[in-house]
């Protein structure tokens, strides 16, 4: 049975420091892995996708790397700011549309 | 694109009475996804319909639950006898996919269902 665990669950960090979430799962059969945010009182929103053939991906200040082998990824964040203060939450895809997710790392950027 | 819509936003109800949940998906959107988030458990699929038709409902916790898609615009999700138990927040979320399983999932604001 696939598992996804988040670590840390809290962080909370000065302003401008770069950080890494980290994210772990325990068969590595998947097809891909999400990366979402989640803001409070609202619903998700997708960040990063990856595929199971690819290594990472970018968005603006997120990198995202994906390790099969080692059943991990991580969500690098550069130059945090308050503004990206929220849940993020990683979701690994086993096919079929069944979509195991962790149970998020709380954020917390400090002005 | 309004994105996808839930209603109602919250939901207070005593146990026993019957709760509907209401979700419209994004337009063009073939996958349709029912999600449950508790403090306990995390983000849960329940359910997920790939046009229009329930593909896999093994998440679904008890038969209390039962969900339908009348059509590619509007699903339902309903629990009948409530419990205290259910309260949670309820996602649905959407996806252009059509049977691959790369696609990004779209998820409305939640509906947070409260069962005295």
């Known amino acids: 049975k696939q598992e996804v665990t988040q670590i840390p669950a809290a962080l909370s960090v000065p302003e401008g420091e770069n950080l890494v979430l980290n994210c772990s799962f325990t068969?590595?059969?998947?097809?891909?892995l999400q990366w979402f945010r989640q803001d409070p009182g609202k619903g998700l929103t997708s960040l990063l996708l990856i595929q199971s053939s690819q290594r990472e991906q970018t968005s603006g200040r997120l990198n995202a790397s994906l390790d099969k082998s080692s059943g991990r990824s991580t969500l690098y964040i550069a130059a945090s700011q308050p503004g990206d203060s929220a849940t993020y939450l990683c979701?690994?895809?086993?096919?079929?549309?069944?979509?195991?997710f962790g149970a998020g790392t709380r954020l917390f950027v400090k002005a | 694109d309004a994105g996808v819509i839930q209603s109602p936003r919250h939901e207070v109800t005593e146990m026993g009475q019957e709760v509907t949940l209401r979700c419209k998906p994004i337009s063009g959107h073939n996958s349709l996804f029912w999600y449950r988030q508790t403090m306990m458990r995390g983000l849960e699929l329940l359910i997920y319909?790939?046009?229009?038709?329930?593909?896999?409902d093994s998440g679904m916790p008890e038969d209390r639950f039962s969900a339908k898609m009348p059509n590619a615009s509007f699903s339902t999700l309903k629990i009948q006898p409530s419990e205290p138990r259910d309260s949670a927040v309820y996602f649905c979320?959407?996806?252009?996919?059509?049977?691959?399983?790369?696609?990004?999932?779209?998820f409305g604001p939640g509906t947070r269902l409260l069962v005295l």
């Open positions: 979701a690994v895809n086993t096919g079929g549309f069944k979509t195991i």
């Open positions: 979320a959407s996806s252009p996919g059509t049977g691959i399983t790369q696609e990004t999932q779209y």
């Open positions: 068969d590595s059969a998947i097809y891909n």
């Open positions: 319909f790939n046009n229009n038709v329930p593909i896999d």
